[in-house]
């Protein structure tokens, strides 16, 4: 049997017992990979490990301490008071607004996982302090995130421009900008009606009466409303202690390193963990229990295995299978398919980076315009950043409650396979077929 058909294989068959039994995926993947790499490869130990993500690796645990000990401390609870104060009872505005912050960032040139890292917390706490389900929060988070993935300014967009330039063929930078966002926008408006937007809109401008009880504690004033949406009467503003101070000035620095002058947001973080645990031990018992371990597992595993199916050929053999075909419109949409599914595992800009070469032949026949097939194939790869297996997906995972993990995860990966299976069709639909000559 073929080694491309026992990889995926292997891959359909550890999602399916990870999720009929309580085994971690993650370490599932990682059997699979040491089997498969020994047994059908022939591969030594340290090269089948050649595909384990170090980078993710020192993100997840640097972001999650670094937060965690924000959390065990209270800075985070602080900063949203504050939030909940200038935004005061317009829960109906929550969702908007994370989309609206989360896209901030990569609009401005950072990438994805950067602004996510500091973004997740505050936007998943604010969510969750308004009573605004926990999927909506973290799909607008995502998405947000998504939608300035192909702004001039970021990085995504230099690595298209230059895979075209190389072959003599060029891109309209703002038609994949305003392309990307506009659909993007699309997807925030259905899971804002799909995960409970109609029922905010329908309880605006309800209010409870703040609970006398609690009173003097941070958020004091912020009650449940009907249907779970909370509502603001009077926090009382507490004043930042010294470990506190220096907790949010250490956050807003590595914030700055990270999106600013683009230093390892990973690393930092785990250093200004670090220093803060050293200096205020008596205010951070315990807090490096918060790093979410089974999610550095389980993301880890899975993009070890991807890589192992990627180093022996099998994204090449079925990409190369289909720019062989000689439709152009049925080979521009499985290239999206390819794109989609394969990204939801991998680096979007590694496949895009791939996945552009291999359009290059029909391109320059002119029979599919140059700027469709790019802002389908940029959107294909990207869109599905939403499941827990992409950096982005797995730093939203990561801070949500321990608790509401599981179900999370459960609904990130239906959402990122429904991105992965509609993203093609649509922008085939949209794009594509309006190009064809």
């Known amino acids: 049997m073929s080694i491309h058909v026992i990889g995926v294989v292997a891959l359909v068959l550890i999602f399916v017992l990870g999720t009929l039994r309580p085994v971690n995926i993650g370490a599932l993947a990682l059997v699979a990979t040491f089997l498969i790499g020994t047994l059908v490869a022939h591969e030594s130990v340290k090269k089948l490990l050649s595909g384990f993500p170090p980078e993710l690796f020192v993100l997840l645990v640097g972001v999650t301490y670094l937060f965690g000990l924000a959390a065990a401390n209270g800075t985070i609870e602080w900063l949203i008071d504050r939030v909940v104060v200038l935004l005061g009872d317009r829960p109906v505005l929550v969702p908007w607004l994370i989309f609206v912050f989360s896209a901030v960032p990569t609009t401005a040139g950072a990438l994805g996982p950067a602004g996510v890292a500091m973004l997740a917390p505050l936007c998943l706490r604010l969510g969750e302090r308004y009573g605004v389900d926990r999927r909506m929060s973290a799909l607008m988070l995502m998405h947000g995130s998504c939608l300035g993935n192909f702004s001039p300014l970021n990085g995504l967009t230099i690595i298209v421009q230059q895979a075209l330039r190389s072959s003599g063929l060029s891109v309209s930078s703002s038609a994949l900008f305003f392309g990307n966002a506009a659909y993007n926008l699309g997807l925030a408006v259905v899971i804002y009606l799909c995960f409970g937007g109609r029922q905010l809109w329908r309880e605006r401008g309800r209010q409870a009466p703040a609970q006398a009880e609690g009173e003097g504690e941070p958020g004091a004033g912020l009650t449940p409303g009907g249907g779970g949406v909370a509502v603001l009467g009077a926090p009382v503003r507490t004043p930042l202690r010294v470990d506190q101070t220096i907790t949010l000035a250490v956050m807003v620095a590595v914030g700055v390193g990270a999106l600013?002058?683009?230093?390892?947001?990973?690393?930092?973080?785990?250093?200004?963990?670090?220093?803060?645990?050293?200096?205020?031990?008596?205010?951070?018992?315990?807090?490096?229990?918060?790093?979410?371990?089974?999610?550095?597992?389980?993301?880890?595993?899975?993009?070890?295995?991807?890589?192992?199916?990627?180093?022996?050929?099998?994204?090449?053999?079925?990409?190369?299978?289909?720019?062989?075909?000689?439709?152009p419109l049925l080979t521009a949409f499985l290239l999206c398919v390819v794109g989609a599914f394969?990204?939801?595992?991998?680096?979007?800009?590694?496949?895009?980076?791939?996945?552009?070469?291999?359009?290059?032949?029909?391109?320059?026949?002119?029979?599919?315009?140059?700027?469709?097939?790019?802002?389908?194939?940029?959107?294909?790869?990207?869109?599905?950043?939403?499941?827990?297996?992409?950096?982005?997906?797995?730093?939203?995972l990561a801070n949500a409650p321990e608790e509401e993990r599981p179900p999370l995860f459960r609904t990130m990966l239906a959402w990122g396979i429904a991105m992965a299976a509609t993203a093609p069709v649509l922008t085939w639909l949209f794009f594509l077929l309006p190009s064809a000559r």
């Open 260 to 327: 600013v002058f683009d230093l390892e947001i990973g690393f930092l973080a785990l250093i200004a963990a670090v220093l803060l645990h050293l200096v205020f031990p008596a205010r951070f018992a315990e807090a490096d229990k918060r790093i979410v371990w089974t999610v550095v597992l389980l993301i880890c595993g899975v993009v070890t295995l991807v890589a192992a199916l990627q180093r022996y050929g099998t994204v090449d053999l079925i990409g190369h299978g289909i720019a062989g075909l000689g439709a």
């Open 342 to 396: 394969t990204s939801a595992f991998a680096s979007s800009a590694g496949l895009l980076g791939v996945l552009i070469p291999l359009a290059v032949p029909f391109l320059v026949q002119g029979q599919i315009g140059v700027t469709a097939m790019i802002i389908s194939l940029a959107i294909s790869a990207t869109v599905v950043d939403s499941t827990p297996f992409s950096s982005v997906g797995a730093l939203t």
